[in-house]
């Protein structure tokens, strides 16, 4: 989580803290995020809208996603609205978590929901397999700043 301060009129100070933000994500995404540019690991959360456990998940892969903000791109996918990438990725049930860390030679896969601190694990393994560049801030990827 990052905090932003502003000083208003100089007269308050206000802080604002700003949540890194899990990407809906499509084919086309993955695919950038995952090709020949490839230099971050990236979390894919596949769900549905429909789904009880997607529910419940989603919140803990969102504070995930603030802890690793500045190393991991995560996204999410609708497997309503992609029935291709759930066909490529090979998703039989939701949520389904694939860590892709090596382009997409490499990679995780976690069906059903995780606990915080075992996200946090999985993100940690892949992490430390992965074979590229980690220490360049990941902002650039989506024009974050």
């Not at 993955?30 to 989603?58: H, K, L, M």
């Not at 978590?97 to 090596?102: A, G, H, K, P, R």
């Not at 382009?103 to 397999?129: C, F, P, Q, V």
Request: one cysteine or more.
């Amino acid at each position: 989580m990052k905090k932003v301060f502003l000083l208003i009129f100089g007269l308050v100070s206000l802080t604002i803290t700003t949540q890194a933000e899990v990407y809906e994500a499509d084919a086309s995404t993955i695919e950038s995020v995952t090709g020949s540019n490839y230099r971050y690991p990236v979390v894919i959360d596949f769900y549905a809208t429909w789904c009880g456990p997607c529910q419940y998940y989603s919140p803990i892969v969102e504070e995930t996603a603030d802890k690793y903000s500045e190393k991991v791109i995560f996204l999410k996918v609708d497997i309503d609205n992609n029935p291709s990438l759930c066909d490529q990725f090979n998703i039989q049930c939701v949520p389904t978590t694939i860590i892709i860390y090596n382009k997409r030679n490499k990679h995780l896969r976690y069906e059903g929901t995780m606990e915080a601190s075992e996200l946090s694990d999985a993100i940690n393994e892949a992490l430390n397999k992965q074979s590229g560049n980690q220490n360049n801030p990941i902002n650039s990827v989506f024009n974050r700043r």
